[in-house]
Structure formats: C-alpha cells, structure tokens
C-alpha cells in the first residue's frame, strides 16, 4: 500500500520546519479576544473544557463538605431544611451531569486524535459548540442555586415530588433545563467522537490495533446516544407537565408517577457506566505504561466492554426494587445486574495478570490506578449486594447506597481520572507534576476516602436513611457520622494538595520530553504539548503499540497540505486511505449559536412561547455557522485531486 | 473576576422572593385576643405572600382542605360565585378578599377569621387572585396531581370585562 | 421495653420474621463478598509485589503480541469460571430468600392501610367488619407472632415505609397501591422512617411500631375503637370548647365530637400515643404545647400553623389532649 501520491506538488520532508511552522499557523488559534471566542482547536477547546469540569467538581466538592458539616452531629442547626435540600441536589446533580461524564468526553477529545494519529476531531465547530453549551448550562444552574432558586428535589428528581403541585416555582424547571443543556452537549460529543474514531485514523490502525483506550471512548460514546435521549424525554415531559399542564406524571389523569423512575433510570444506570467506561481506557493505557508490557487480553477486553455496554441497558429496575412492580420482573434484574460483573471482572483479571507479568515503574499514574483495585471491587461487590431484591428492600435508599455509590463512582472514576491526569498532564502542558507532592495527594485522598465512606455502610446497616438533612442523637449515628465528615475534610485537603501540585508545576515543574513514561501509544511520539497540528506527518500504524514495536514501512504518509486544515479519512475497519478533507477555520458562530441556544432555553423555562421567538436566532446563527465561504470551495475544487 | 464574585455574593444576598421556601409566620398584628386572630383592625394592603411560589400553592392546599370548592367549585363558582372572572362583588384586592374571607359576606360566606389563622387567610387571597389569572405564571400554581377541571392557574388571563347584558332578558331594548 | 433507641432501627437486629430471612442472607453474601474482596486485593498485592522493578526506560516486552499467553489465559479461564460460580451462588441466595419472604403465613393477618402524607402516616386498621376498624396516625401497635398485612397508599408525594428491624422496605406511591407483610417475632417497639426524599421534612418522618403480646394488642384495639373519652374535671371540659372553637377543628378529628377533618393526624387517642410529630418528640406536656405553639419552630413547613392561644387555654388544651387516651 502506498500512501504518498506521485501527482502532489510536493513531498512533505519529517524534518521540514518550514512545513512545521506553516502547519502551526494553519491549525492555531486565531488571536485577541474575538479569536479566543472563535477557537476550535481540539486542544484548545478540551483544556478549557477539563478546566471547567474541574471546577464544577470543587463545586461539588464544596456542597459535599457542607452536607458533612451538617451531618456531623445529630441535630445540629448549621443548613436548614430548605437550603440542605438544594445543597445535596445540587451536589449530585453537579457531580452526575456537569463534572463526571463531561470529563470523561473532556479527556477524550484531548486525547483521541492523538492517540489515533489524526491532526485534529471530526466536526471541530460542533465540538467547541458542545463545550459553550455545557458551560452555559453549568452557569444557568449556579446562577439559579445563587438566587435561591436552586433545584431542591434530588438530583434524580423523583415525581410527583418535583412535579408543579409539589415543586412550586421555578427551581425544578432550573433542574430540567440544565438536563436539556447537558445531554445536548454529551449527545454532539458523543457524535464527534464516534465520528473521529471511525473515520478518522491513521492508515494502518485497523479497529483490532487500536489503543484500548480509544475503544472505551467508541463504546461510551454509542452508549451516550441510546441513553442520553431518555432522560432528555422525561425532562422534558416534566417541564411541560410544570409549564403548560400536560399529565405525563399525573396518576389521576392517565399519567403515571412510575413512569418518570423507568425512563430516568433507563438513562441513569448507563449515565454510570458512561462514568466508569472512559477509566476502564485509563485504566488500560496506565497499567501497559507501567508494567512495560501490553495488556493482557485484548480481544477479550474489547468484548468485556461491549459487553458491559449492552448489558448495562438492561439494570435499570433495580433503582426500583422497592416500588410495586412485580417481583418475578424484578428477580430479571437482579441476574442482570449479577450478570455484568463478569466483563468487569475479566478486565480486572487481565490487568492483574498484565500488573504479575511485567515489571512495574511505580509512578504515581499507577498509585491511583491501583487504588481501583482495592475501592472499585469493594464498590462492586456492595453492588452485587444490593441487586439482590431481597437485600435491596432493607439496603435501598440508606447510607449503604450512599457508601456504594462512592465507591464505585470515586474507585472506579475518580481515582483512575486522577491518575489519568498525573499521566497525560507532562502531554497537555509540558512539565511532570511532582511525584512526592503526587504521593501526598494520593495517600490523603485513598485514606480519606475510606475514612469518609466506609463508616456509611454500617450506618446504612443501622438504620439511616439518605438525603435526610438530620438525625436524632438517641439513634446512635453520630460517632460514625463524625468520622465520616473527618474524613471528607481529609479528602479536601488532598484536592487541595493536588491544585498546589499543578499550580507549581505550571510555573516551574520539571520539563517533559515526549515520552516520559516510555509509553507505547501515537501521542507520546509528538512534543509535549503538541504542535497546533499534532502530527507534522501523519503516522501509518503496523501494531497495537506503534512506540514499541519496530517501524515497518511505510512509515508514515506524505502529501498532506499544512496550508489548510487538511485531514485524511480512512475507512472504518482497516483504516485505508479514502480521501481528504478540509476542516472548517475557527469561526465565533458555534460560542454565538450557544448563546442564541442558551437564550432559548433559558426563555422556555418561563413561557412556552420562547420556542418561538427563541428559534429565531438560533436559526440566523446556525445558518451564518454553515454558510461556506466562496473563496475556500474554490480553493478545494482546485487543488482536489480526481481519482 | 472580581466582579464576578461581586455579583455572586449581591445575588445570593438577593435570593428571590418567588422562591423562598417556609416563611415564618409574623405574629398576629393584634396580639393576643381571641385564639390566634386578628380583629377588624388589621387589613393591610399588601399580601407579601403574592410574590411567593410556596405560598401561593399553600393556598391552593387550604383552598381545598377548608372546602372552599364546596360552594365556589374550582373556581368556576356554585353555590357561591365564580371566583375565576373579573367581576368581584367585594372588591378585587387583597385588603378586600382578606376581609371577605376572615370576616363573611352576606348572602352565604361564612366567616373564617376563628378558624384559619391569618397567615394561611393571606395565602389563600393569594391564591384566590391567581384563579382569576391577576399573578404572574412564574408564582402561579401550574397543574396538579389530581383531576383537572380546567386550565392550571398559571395558564389563567384576566377575563377582559364585558358590559353587563339586561337583568330582564325579554325586555325589548 | 427499654432497648436503646438505637437498637430500635437496626437491619442487623431482626425481631420479625422477614427481617431474619434478608439478615441471613445479608450474613452469607458478606462472607462470600469479604472473600472474594480479599482474594482479589491480595491477588492485586502479590502480582505488584513480586513483579520485578523498572523505569521509563526499561525495554517493554511485547511478546505478547506474536502469540498467545496460554498460562496467563488459562488462570484467567479459572478465575472467571469462580466468579461466574459466586454470581450463581448469590443469584440463588436472592431467590430462595425471595420465596421464603413470599410465603410468610398470612392467616389471621392484622389488616391495616397506611396512607404517606407529607411529613406524617395515617394509619387505618381495617375489618371484615366495618363498625370496628379505626384510624390513628404515626404509630401502629401489632400483635407478637401475627402477621400484618400494610396496604400503602400515598397521598401526596412518594414515600416508603421502613422498619428495619422488622423487614425490608416498600414505597407509597401516588395512583398505586403496593403491600407490605410483616410479623414481629419479638416483643418490642421499633422505629421506622420514611425512606423516600419526600420533601423539606423528610428527615422527620418517622413511625414506631410497637409489638405487643396478643392479648394486649386486643385490649389495645378495643379501646381505639371508642370516641374520644368524655373530659371529667373542669379544665379538660374547657380544653374541649378551646379546641372545638379554634382552627384545630379545620384539621383534626376526634371522634364523638364534631371535630372530623382528615387534614392532619386523627386524635381521638392522641394520649395513648408516645410520640408526636410523626415520631420526632415525646408526648409530653412540654413538647406538645411547644408543638402546638409553634410547630415551624420544631419542623419548619409542616402544614400545621403557629396557634398563639391564651396561656389559661392553652392549658386546658393540654389537659384535655392528655385524657385522650
């Protein structure tokens, strides 16, 4: 097979710092203040993107410590009911919709292209449309928290609690729109990545040489398609039964109030796995790295991820097991919800017996990815408690549910997301993050951690139910509860220790070459950071690990113009070469239609008529967004090459 | 981003009435007399509950729990009038509808003022000016959980008054 | 019955008989969870522990890639082979306590409805015979060794009835009807609590079961079945007119009077409960005329309003509550 076509003009040399500089002056960003709206760089926009997530999860980390503040002595006066009630929704719908799944789609589109050898994402305009709207949403949701209009129902909002008779105001209407922000941006994300990932990778990086990481991202992504409308259906079903009296949720008209629970839980029980996906690939990356071998297992951990997704459709009844469904359904769950342990515990298997084969560089990355280990398999195995029905009826809805959900979302996330950062972070910026500061923040947070959520199983145990905003002191609860809340403190001052950690670092951490890990994956054969363009030539691919396998020719493509932001499709399965495209230049128009979008939105919660008018601008925006400039086609035309 | 913090901690020292959840009931204006309740004294002319969400649904609870569509229906009126329109015997404020409520009118409203404390008396003023559409749909309450006779009162306008027709239907005009 | 308040509400400690079936299974999932927890982190310890070491710059090894790892397949085979095996063992555990739970003996049952209200329980005890059921609120009394059948209905919001020391929970959900069965085996009071967010006083929402020998439940039975006693002594016959004259009529029934709204708790037999406000403060003189005084103070946003009366008639308020027995 050969990539470089004798009939272009000129040959690209490796070497050719012309091409370089001319290949970073296509792909940067566009300078001033109007050139920091327009951008959309992949880069650019996912830094700002990692940025902003991180700060909803301080966010979120601050409500946490208020509710542990709260919780720490039985009785005690420090929120009250109305505001601890917004404070622990606002928690969880912070963590669940605009920190942990947004991240995961953060990273990857840093990540992705890189790692597939592409020069840039797919839909590069929609991306950066995807992250203004997250934000907006982020923003609309604070703002109305600030103004006492927060919503106060829970994160998963159960009706008819949040319904118009029980939620007066506005404050649930808050809750549901940031739902339709959130899963609007999650679904374009979604649609970018699966975009990139089949179409545009390097030649040679068939499906079956792909990084595993790169498959996390592919399987979340189809995950994200078929679970995000759910929910974006039972939002909007209950804005309309608040706003213009529909009966979706009203049991005396035909509605049904269980009817919100399926399709809310349709969405959430997937919403977790397309928390827990995405680290699976960290995962994966980190444990190779580390145990300088590949993983162990390859086909079966694509197929434990696929897996995974599938069957991950199939638990959402057990969020229900106490409601009145029958108990012969019910019993279906649970051997689902027993059933996808398996895949999970394969992948477990072979990232052992990758860690017992190889020869371990004991770097921080692997330090927060070992803590899966110990946190995340405590968090599934109090998971396959709980789906049992029977257990479920005395276990559902108290402290044990908590301590579970915490573990398996900060285990089987959180903790690999951190190490994921300590590894990619000398790739994003440059420089190493400090090991010994780095073992601090790993220490703290793991004993923290465990300090703050173990306790919580046993006062499920004993009696404590959740989302309660106090407790008699005669009851017993409040030692556990203390050293629970010590222990979230202890978490804080970790969080803390990793800000110093990366603020230092920033202004004078220790350089990082390419590679410092000796990794095995595309990015690390660029610079760090890498050039606006990624790749100066693109790379043909001859194995899983291209780093640390021999080179085999060809070695890379030729031909490729870095006057325009060209990039080279591929097929699906074997990554042929099919043909070339010209990506869009920066534009304002995705950050204006976001805020056209925003206003629609935002308008919809106080009058339906805003569907209206609110379209409007969308509609100018999104048409100046599309309309093609004349001078680029002909350009195109004239240097397209026929077949 | 200082300014940002500025107008974070104005908004949050703001709140929004609407949304304010309980409100600590004030005393009653005339201290203690008979069992919790005001005397004619009172009558302000403002509700401040008409700018609150809760309250207004509060009322919308007394409304039913004390049997106010025993004669008034939903507000379509029964035995007693049609509270949903803009004709208003009494008075369409809330002065006026406070006192209509707390102490009779003749013809058949009874007197609540023993009965219902004061507070829950402005509430359900609020909420009786909402069947007729007069607050805005961000306070009004929207649909409830139960069978609907007709528009949420969030939906509601404000009859547009019309002339009275004749008060003898056959007279030639 | 002097158990510690904190024994009252405990999973761990079942006093009725689906309470001990899901103990038991709780006790043989935590073993095999405990040893399957720890066969995996050892596992973990000892694969990092006795790998050698290395650094960025050893030589990967990517032998793997030409040919499979048969050994390394092969412990994979058998270890995924042990989980499918505990997963089996659990599955089995769940159904054979699902079926033990389904067949609890339910002749003789104690028949009650227990309607949710935002923040407090109206319970209704029901009989083949109309004239001898009866109604009270927030804390049931049933029989030692008999079962009980709780119809639940919700009237507002969804919430969940649950006493843990008696059995697993079960939600009251608007437009639905769902049943709970339950028998203590052990004489007693236990507290349960809400366990569905159901709003600003979720927290408070608690009910006490008290388990009392068959005999005494009769007795008890009997006397819920009467109205409400006639008030002998002068301030009670005044406590009365207070009641009858101000808004606690708009709310509350006692019965053989003409107090008859179902707004709030019944209180025919307010005395012969230990707690109120749903299970939150003992029943005593202070806490209720507190309550009655300012219930915003103790729970705020409950439906029950502040009621300044006159302090001679709030004690004879007092007094006549107090011969509600």
Not at chain 1, 152 to 174: C, E, H, I, N, T
Not at chain 1, 379 to 393: K, R
Not at chain 2, 63 to 76: D, I, L, P, V
Request: aromatic share 12%; proline share 8%.
């Amino acid at each position: 097979m050969t990539v470089s076509d004798p009939r272009h003009a000129q040959y690209a040399d490796p070497a050719d710092s012309a091409g370089a500089a001319a290949l970073e002056r296509t792909w940067r960003d566009p300078p001033g203040i109007v050139g920091w709206f327009s951008a959309i760089n992949h880069k650019t926009i996912s830094k700002r993107f990692m940025v902003t997530t991180m700060v909803f999860f301080l966010l979120g980390g601050v409500l946490a410590l208020l509710i542990r503040l709260q919780l720490a002595q039985p009785n005690a006066d420090i929120i009250g009911p109305d505001m601890y009630n917004q404070v622990f929704t606002m928690h969880g719908s912070t963590m669940m919709f605009l920190f942990a799944v947004p991240v995961m789609q953060a990273v990857a589109t840093y990540l992705v292209p890189l790692m597939i050898g592409a020069r840039s994402l797919a839909f590069p305009r929609l991306n950066a449309y995807a992250y203004w709207i997250f934000t907006m949403g982020g923003i609309m949701l604070y703002a109305a928290f600030l103004l006492n209009a927060g919503p106060d129902a829970g994160w998963f909002a159960y009706v008819p609690l949040s319904g118009p008779q029980y939620s007066p105001g506005k404050r649930v209407d808050f809750w549901a729109q940031m739902i339709t922000f959130t899963e609007l941006s999650g679904l374009m994300e979604a649609i970018v990545l699966i975009t990139t990932i089949l179409k545009l990778r390097a030649p040679g990086m068939s499906l079956n040489r792909m990084p595993l990481y790169v498959w996390a991202m592919l399987v979340t992504s189809f995950m994200v398609l078929f679970a995000m409308p759910a929910v974006m259906l039972a939002s909007t079903a209950l804005i309309t039964d608040r706003l213009v009296g529909t009966h979706f949720y009203n049991p005396a008209e035909g509605g049904d109030a269980l009817l919100w629970q399926h399709l809310f839980w349709f969405f959430g029980h997937p919403e977790v796995y397309l928390i827990f996906i995405p680290p699976l690939g960290f995962i994966s990356a980190i444990v190779a790295t580390f145990a300088r071998r590949p993983v162990v297992g390859y086909p079966a951990m694509i197929l434990a991820l696929v897996t995974t997704a599938f069957l991950a459709f199939g638990l959402w009844v057990h969020h229900m097991f106490a409601t009145n469904l029958p108990e012969l359904g019910k019993t279906f769950f649970t051997a689902a919800s027993l059933v996808i342990a398996v895949p999970s515990a394969v992948q477990i298997f072979c990232w052992i017996a990758t860690l017992g084969s190889g020869r371990i560089n004991f770097k921080t990355p692997l330090l927060f990815v070992l803590a899966f280990f110990f946190i995340l398999v405590m968090g599934g195995l109090t998971g396959l408690m709980l789906a049992s029905v029977s257990l479920d009826t005395q276990l559902h809805d108290s402290f044990f549910v908590v301590a579970h959900l915490h573990y398996v979302l900060l285990g089987g996330a959180v903790f690999p997301l951190f190490g994921a950062f300590y590894y990619w972070f000398p790739k994003f910026t440059g420089r190493l993050l400090d090991e010994r500061l780095g073992r601090w923040n790993f220490w703290l947070f793991f004993i923290g951690f465990n300090v703050a959520f173990f306790p919580m199983h046993v006062l499920g145990l004993w009696g404590m139910p959740r989302r309660v905003y106090t407790y008699p002191a005669e009851m017993g609860w409040g030692d556990l509860n203390l050293v629970a809340s010590l222990g979230a403190a202890t978490i804080a001052v970790s969080v803390l220790l990793f800000l110093f950690n990366v603020a230092r670092t920033l202004r004078h951490g220790a350089m990082a070459g390419p590679d410092p890990w000796g990794a095995g994956t595309l990015e690390w054969s660029v610079a760090s950071p890498p050039p606006a363009g990624n790749f100066e030539v693109i790379p043909v691919v001859h194995g899983r690990y291209p780093l640390w396998q021999p080179q085999a020719e060809p070695t890379h493509v030729t031909g490729m113009s870095n006057e325009w932001r060209e990039v080279l499709v591929t097929t699906v399965a074997d990554a042929e070469p099919d043909h070339r495209m010209w990506l869009p230049m920066p534009s304002i128009w995705p950050f204006l239609s976001a805020l056209a979008t925003t206003v629609l939105f935002v308008g919809s919660i106080f009058t339906p008529w805003a569907i209206v008018w609110g379209s409007v601008p969308v509609g100018i925006a999104a048409t100046w967004w599309f309309w093609p400039k004349r001078s680029v086609v002909q350009e195109r035309v004239r240097t397209e090459v026929p077949p | 981003m200082r300014t940002i913090v500025v107008l974070a901690c104005v908004a949050a020292l703001a709140g929004c009435e609407r949304e304010q959840r309980p409100k600590h009931a004030p005393p009653p204006a005339s201290g203690l007399t008979g069992p919790s309740y005001p005397t004619r004294a009172v009558a302000q002319a403002e509700n401040r509950y008409e700018e609150n969400a809760w309250a207004v649904s509060q009322g919308k609870t007394w409304y039913r729990a004390y049997n106010c569509n025993g004669c008034h229906a939903q507000g379509g009126g029964d035995i007693g009038p049609a509270l949903m329109d803009a004709k208003w015997r009494y008075g369409a404020d809330p002065a006026s509808i406070y006192a209509t409520i707390a102490y009779g009118r003749p013809n058949g409203m009874p007197a609540f003022a023993g009965r219902v404390p004061e507070d829950q008396i402005w509430q359900l003023v609020a909420y009786v000016r909402s069947l007729s559409g007069q607050l805005p749909s961000s306070i009004a309450p929207s649909r409830n959980d139960s069978i609907s006779a007709g528009k949420p009162e969030a939906r509601r306008s404000k009859e547009k008054v019309r002339p009275e027709p004749p008060s003898n239907p056959g007279e030639l005009r | 019955m002097t158990d510690p308040a904190s024994n009252m509400q405990d999973a761990l400690r079942a006093a009725g008989a689906q309470a001990a079936h899901i103990g038991d299974l709780w006790n043989g999932t935590l073993a095999l969870c405990t040893f399957v927890f720890v066969a995996i982190v050892v596992a973990t310890i000892v694969a990092v522990w006795c790998a050698p070491r290395a650094d960025a710059a050893t030589r990967p090894d990517t032998s793997s890639l030409s040919g499979p790892e048969h050994r390394i397949w092969r412990r994979i085979g058998w270890a995924t082979a042990a989980a499918i095996a505990g997963l089996l063992v659990l599955l089995a555990g769940d159904v054979f306590t699902s079926r033990a739970l389904a067949r609890l003996p339910l002749r003789d049952a104690v028949d009650i409805e227990l309607v949710g209200h935002q923040w407090w329980w109206e319970a209704r005890y029901r009989d083949a015979d109309v004239s001898r059921e009866f109604t009270t609120a927030n804390e049931l009394t049933i029989p030692v060794g008999r079962p009980v059948i709780v119809t639940l209905r919700a009237s507002d919001v969804i919430h969940s009835l649950w006493v843990p020391s008696l059995s697993g929970k079960k939600d009251l959900i608007p437009g639905r009807t769902a049943t709970l069965r339950l028998r203590a085996d052990r004489a007693g009071t236990y507290r349960g609590q809400c366990a569905e967010f159901c709003g600003l006083e979720h927290a408070l929402m608690a009910l006490l079961v008290h388990a009392v020998p068959p005999a005494d439940f009769e007795a008890w039975a009997a006397n819920q079945r009467q109205p409400a006693r006639e008030p002998v002594d002068a301030a009670a016959r005044r406590g009365r007119e207070v009641f009858l004259a101000t808004s606690c009529t708009m709310c509350h029934t006692i019965t053989g009077t003409t107090a008859q709204a179902r707004l709030g708790p019944d209180l025919t037999h307010l005395a012969s409960r230990q707690t109120i406000a749903a299970g939150m403060f003992p029943n005593n003189r202070g806490h209720l005329a507190g309550w009655i005084g300012d219930p915003q103070a103790l729970k705020p946003g409950v439906n029950m309003p502040a009621n300044t009366l006159p302090p001679d008639d709030l004690q004879a308020l007092l007094a006549y509550l107090e011969t509600l027995r």
